[in-house]
């Protein structure tokens, strides 16, 4: 199994930690799908109220690998700089790069997030770069220093699946010892399903699960899916065929016409 | 002095970073700082100085995918 910076996972579901109704149902959330790792991110805090110290009792509690994000930084510096003060706060060397270039699509600008990989990388990061299915950006953050990549599905938020299976695919015969994992874009436990049989190590997955109708039992569906998923990939599917074949064996049937 | 903290202008006293934090009401929350854009560890936090007008960015842990 390949690992996350020597980390082995039990269950290659990320999971994210905003959106849901209520702290109680997201920590519900994490105990019934068993989640490995959790993202998070970093605010403003309030000196009143202060709530990103109840949260972080919350997460803490978990017992999960702690993903800090940079979620909506815009240029390097910005994301080097979040990224630093998520490492002071979090006590993580891991972080999930990501570096926006457009507001629409939320797709990562893949030149500043070259360039922030590599800074961070030898910063002593261990950076887990959202990036697309391209495979020269994918060989530039690996020459950078990253030793895991983390290709968009589809558009953050939009639920839409895997939108590029062709090009997903190819990224995972091109890099076979590098552990991917689908980021962004998961809508159904049958995408996440897809995900795993392409012979991906992991998803990480937020909307999905957080805006369901009942959250609790998405997670544990999605769970499910990828649990499903893993054990086809490793079961060595069979090649499709154009035609069709008949399963039955056809010596020994009988003459009835 | 007057400095903007988490883009609202405060006024303060203190002279450096560490004790503008409790100043400001910190106190041992779980933060991390950064001044003028740039990070600024905890370990130098006694030894930041801060002057009017310094852009002081106080975040800590929050929800995120």
Known sequence: ?257 | MKINVNGELREITSPNLADALDELGYGDAKIATAVNENFIPATLRHDTELVQNDRLEILAPMQGG
């Not at chain 1, 972080?95 to 990562?108: A, C, R, S, W, Y």
């Open chain 1, 1 to 257: 199994m390949r690992s996350f910076y020597g980390v082995t996972l039990d269950n290659p579901l990320m999971l994210g930690t905003a959106l849901y109704p209520s702290p109680a149902i997201m920590a519900d959330a994490f105990a019934t799908s068993k989640a490995a790792v959790a993202t998070v991110s970093l605010r403003r805090e309030g000196s009143v109220d202060q709530a990103g110290q109840d949260f972080w009792n919350i997460i803490r509690d978990l017992s999960v690998h702690i993903l800090p994000n940079t979620a909506g930084c815009h240029s390097v510096k910005e994301a080097v700089t979040t990224a630093h003060m998520a490492r002071e706060i979090f006590n993580t060397n891991w972080i999930k790069l990501e570096v926006i270039g457009h507001t629409d699509t939320l797709q990562p600008d893949v030149f500043g997030l070259v360039e922030a990989a590599r800074i961070l990388s030898q910063d002593g990061f261990q950076v887990f770069p959202y990036t697309t299915e391209d495979l020269v950006v994918a060989e530039k953050l690996l020459h950078a220093g990253c030793e895991v990549l983390m290709p968009w599905g589809a558009p953050i938020g939009s639920g839409q699946g895997l939108n590029n299976i062709l090009g997903l695919r190819s990224m995972r015969a091109h890099f076979a010892d590098v552990p991917l994992v689908i980021d962004a874009g998961i809508g159904l436990p049958s995408h996440a399903t897809a995900a795993m049989e392409l012979g991906f190590d992991a998803v990480l997955l937020n909307t999905a699960v957080a805006k369901a109708g009942d959250p609790v039992e998405m997670a544990r569906a999605m769970a499910l899916a990828l649990a499903a998923g893993q054990a086809g990939a490793n079961a060595d599917p069979m090649e499709p065929r154009d035609m069709a074949a008949p399963s039955t064996p056809v010596i020994g049937k009988a003459f009835l016409e």
